[in-house]
């Protein structure tokens, strides 16, 4: 049964949200129909191999003309969309982090800064995604008016789809599937803390009202040390991305993933211990303004906050891990 489940997974997955549970259905009742009372293995592989490649199959399915993009290159322009947007898109918001990053004047305060960054990080996205579908839409469209029609090889992969194609496929739960929103979610924290990091100095302290604007006064962060780590920020930024974007790919929970996010979140914890506990990290103006109001030892107080950092990382990380591991067990 696990294979015609997965023969209707790669049909239904082809089709429309509103059309899948109906044509699931009725896939199922006709393949049914084709087997013997007692059959077996064997005779499912054979029921299979006569309904043919799904995504041939699931062109008959689709019951809406396409005008633009026919059913003949249709799946194909699909697919390619599905993997060049998020790539165009990251490769954007890479270079507005790069470019906010080193543009940034330090004349408005953190809570402003960080709203800018995500309007206008998922503005620049959208963007791209706009020129990437515009442009491959075209590409594909010409392509259905003038190309000759392409060998059905070229359509389902380069490849004729054989019954041990199932073999590869993973049913995907609700729980197990990663959405697209994390996607674009995780790229959008990749360039908000990348850029903070590295104007920290103007960005994350104290803030004074003053003629009913907040003026930033005393840095929280030395901003030298901050810098003198600019190698593994970056290694950590290239692995939280290329983690989205295998996210992405995958689309949903298995091994492989679990094993890269544990990768990442102890690789990042690792780099964050290292660098909160370098001496001198935490500004002594910035310690010396709030000791006004606490009642404590100044190096007390730094080793508490070098602590409280140290221990929310660690459990923030080891959440991580352990939502991940559940998914891939549901």
């Known amino acids: 049964m696990e294979l015609i489940d997965k023969y209707i997974h790669e049909v239904t997955r082809r089709l429309s949200q509103k059309d899948r549970a109906a044509i ?3 896939l199922k009742a006709t393949i049914e129909d084709m087997l013997p009372s007692d059959y077996t293995e064997k005779d499912i592989k054979e029921a299979l191999v006569k309904l043919g490649d799904p995504a041939v199959l699931a062109k008959t399915y689709q019951d809406k003309p396409m005008y633009l993009i026919g059913p003949i290159y249709f799946q194909s322009y699909i697919s390619l969309l599905k993997t060049i947007v998020p790539i165009a898109m990251t490769i954007a918001l890479i270079a507005f982090v790069i470019d906010f990053a080193f543009s940034y004047e330090g004349d408005e305060a953190l809570l402003m800064v960080v709203l800018k960054l ?3 990080g998922i503005g620049m996205m959208l963007e791209v995604a706009i020129q990437v579908f515009f442009w491959l839409t075209l590409i594909f469209a010409f392509l259905e008016r003038f190309a000759k029609e392409p060998k059905e090889e070229i359509l389902t992969g380069l490849q004729k789809w054989t019954l041990d194609d199932l073999n590869k496929v993973q049913l ?10 994390a996607f674009f979610g995780s790229l959008v924290w990749t360039a908000i803390w990348v850029s903070i990091y590295f104007n920290a100095d103007r960005l994350i302290g104290v803030y004074v009202n003053r003629e009913e604007d907040l003026i930033f006064k005393y840095p929280t962060f030395n901003q030298q040390i901050l810098n003198d780590f600019w190698i593994l920020i970056v290694i950590i930024a290239v692995l939280g991305i290329a983690l989205s974007l ?11 993933v679990v094993i890269f996010q544990t990768f990442y979140e102890l690789i990042a914890t690792a780099v964050l211990i290292i660098i909160i506990t370098r001496p001198n990290i935490i500004e002594p103006e910035f310690t010396k303004y709030l000791l006004n109001f606490i009642d404590m030892q100044e190096d007390r107080f730094v080793l508490l906050i070098v602590l409280a950092t140290i221990v929310i990382s660690i459990i923030t990380a080891a959440f ?6 559940s998914r891939t067990k549901m």
């Open 320 to 325: 991580s891990i352990k939502d991940a591991v």
């Open 172 to 181: 995907t739960t609700k729980h197990k599937s990663i959405s697209k929103y």
């Open 24 to 26: 699931a259905l009725e």
């Open 246 to 256: 295998y996210k992405r790919i995958q689309g949903q929970w298995s091994k492989k």
């Open 118 to 120: 995500v309007g206008n």
